[in-house]
Nanobody, 115 residues
Framework: QVQLVESGGDLVQPGGSLRLSCAASGIIFTIYAMEWYRQGPGKQRELVAAITVGGSTNYADSVKGRFTISRDNAKNTVYLQMNSLKPDDTAVYYC?????????WGQGTQVTVSS
């Protein structure tokens, strides 16, 4: 059974930091590209960051320079380090494992940025 379990979401003040984690099980983690999506209130789900099998990364323009995606293949885990958080970053953050045939989603973790 495939599971992607996100954690690390919280309420944080503007300018603060959080690190999200997504632990994968039931898949061969090393052959999946890993992505973080988010969906804010009243907004469509959007791609925030992605990391390939080889470790190349891409970011949405809105988070470049503030967020960092990384993966630990030994722990089957992908991370999203979020710094300088803004109220607009408030959303449910989802982990997504993807390869040519097949993809999986986590259940999401809530990030709220508010004073």
């Amino acid at each position: 059974q495939v599971q992607l379990v996100e954690s690390g979401g919280d309420l944080v003040q503007p300018g603060g930091s959080l690190r999200l984690s997504c632990a994968a099980s039931g898949i061969i983690f090393t052959i999946y590209a890993m992505e973080w999506y988010r969906q804010g209130p009243g907004k469509q789900r959007e791609l925030v960051a992605a990391i390939t099998v080889g470790g190349s990364t891409n970011y949405a323009d809105s988070v470049k320079g503030r967020f960092t995606i990384s993966r630990d293949n030994a722990k089957n885990t992908v991370y999203l380090q979020m710094n300088s958080l803004k109220p607009d970053d408030t959303a449910v953050y989802y982990c997504h494992a993807v390869k040519v045939k097949g993809d999986y989603w986590g259940q999401g973790t809530q990030v709220t940025v508010s004073s």
